[in-house]
């Protein structure tokens, strides 16, 4: 069992940046990769973020690529988003998530343990 704690949304101006945490605790943190999903009103969770257990791997969605920064920090048991140059797109309520394997993946179904999710709001 995994749990997964999700802060640091809030509103921002377009532009702005913001910092997501998510705090794990349960099961060694080392044996999961992570990732970061994110949910719009009317739309489909989709895959934002994600990194390997050793933090050597990451992925990214096109429409993030060089503005989000996905980290952790194996010894706080976190992973981190750092979103800079936010846009009224970015929108959602962001979601993280654990995976039993050291390799990150894109697809929901790929990881099992989620948290309850941060509202980031980004505003033109």
């Known amino acids: 069992q995994v749990q997964l704690v999700e802060s640091g949304g809030g509103l921002v101006q377009a532009g702005g940046s913001l910092r997501l945490s998510c705090a794990a605790s349960g099961r060694t943190f080392f044996d999961y990769a992570m990732g970061w999903f994110r949910q719009a009103p009317g739309k489909e969770r989709e895959f934002v973020a994600a990194?390997?257990?050793?933090?050597?791997?990451?992925y990214y969605a096109d429409s993030v690529k060089g503005r989000f920064t996905i980290s952790r920090d194996n010894a706080k048991n976190t992973v981190y988003l750092q979103m800079n140059t936010l846009k009224p797109e970015d929108t959602a309520v962001y979601y993280c998530?654990?995976?039993?394997?050291?390799?990150?993946?894109?697809?929901?179904?790929?990881?099992?343990?989620w948290g309850q999710g941060t509202q980031v709001t980004v505003s033109s």
């Open positions: 990194i390997s257990r050793s933090g050597g791997s990451r």
């Open positions: 998530a654990s995976r039993p394997a050291g390799v990150p993946a894109t697809g929901l179904r790929e990881y099992n343990y």
